[in-house]
């Protein structure tokens, strides 16, 4: 069976795993009301529509999705006083014959292209979520639950498994797509423990997140220990064999060491932005650092207003 029908057999299993799963908490779902009400179900917080920003990384497959969850210990480093003003990256060179940097939009969040930055919110963000979130297989470390767009849930499985293969180490789902409203209390949090200069450093603004396209993952790993605060996995083996072999799997290193000037974020060694395999092997073979500088588009260090 060739690589393309077995992602597409994994895919069909996933959703037919979905569905069984949701038929399960359905029935369950009545049985509890049943016996305790449905006032008592919300009182518990049976439900949480929404996951929450990062928590510390573990090693099992699924936790609860909350609307309050821990998030890492605020940090970011100063800027200088006298920040030099980042020039506008240079309009981007032609590509090699064969590559079409129109095949697919920038602008539509539910083109795996679209670019969210400080100066290009999500379309329509305070009303956006992507059409097909799926829940990632049980086998691959997910503490918070999380969920990504079905394509970018499928070629993070098989990024997974080709780590632990290769390299035998465990990749971990520490955050994937998140709400607008979730959005708002992680950036919240960040204003209330750093001021709105150092949020912006290392938090996005509600309708500004990557994560809320269902397309971004930051991605950790069960040995190192490290969390989505600091450089701290950047030195890790699995960070290594990510810059080396994401591509293959369609991810891209979305907040480069170096980038601040053209991105508006600190290097975030763990997040990595699901683009595809065409244009995530265009940007590694081309070794250009940021989407914005490949498509040619002005820096976005700070939001417009």
Not at 42 to 71: M, N
Not at 277 to 294: K, M, N, R, S
């Amino acid at each position: 069976m060739s690589r393309t029908s077995q992602r597409m057999v994994r895919a069909t299993e996933r959703r037919r795993a979905r569905r069984i799963r949701l038929v399960w908490a359905g029935a369950a779902t009545l049985v509890v009301a049943a016996l305790v009400g449905a006032g008592s179900l919300a009182a518990a917080g049976v439900w949480a529509p929404d996951a929450g920003p990062d928590a510390a990384p573990v090693s099992s497959s699924r936790g609860p999705v909350t609307d309050a969850p821990d998030l890492p210990a605020p940090s970011f480093t100063p800027q200088p006083t006298e920040t030099p003003v980042p020039a506008t990256p240079e309009p981007a060179a032609p590509s090699p014959a064969g590559f079409d940097r129109s095949a697919n939009s920038i602008d539509d969040p539910l083109s795996p292209w679209v670019i969210v930055d400080k100066l290009r919110p999500v379309r329509d963000g305070a009303d956006y979520s992507p059409p097909d979130l799926v829940d990632l297989p049980a086998d691959m470390p997910n503490p918070n639950g999380y969920q990504l767009r079905d394509a970018a849930a499928t070629a993070l499985e098989d990024m997974f498994h080709a780590a632990k293969n290769e390299i035998g180490v465990q990749l971990v789902a520490q955050s994937g797509y998140r709400s607008y409203s979730v959005q708002v209390k992680a950036y919240d949090y960040y204003v209330n423990s750093l001021g709105v200069a150092g949020a912006d450093l290392t938090s996005a603004r509600p309708g500004y997140s990557e994560h809320q396209t269902g397309f971004a993952m930051d991605i950790l790993d069960t040995v190192s220990g490290c969390s989505t605060d600091g450089r701290c996995f950047a030195g890790t083996a699995a960070y290594a064999w990510l810059q080396a072999n994401a591509y293959r799997f369609g991810y891209v290193l979305r907040y480069p060491d170096g980038g601040t000037p053209v991105t508006g974020y600190e290097f975030e060694p763990w997040h990595w932005r699901w683009v595809g395999v065409p244009l995530a092997t265009e940007l590694h073979t081309d070794g250009i650092p940021t989407l914005e500088e490949f498509f040619g588009l002005p820096a976005a260090p700070g939001y417009a207003g």
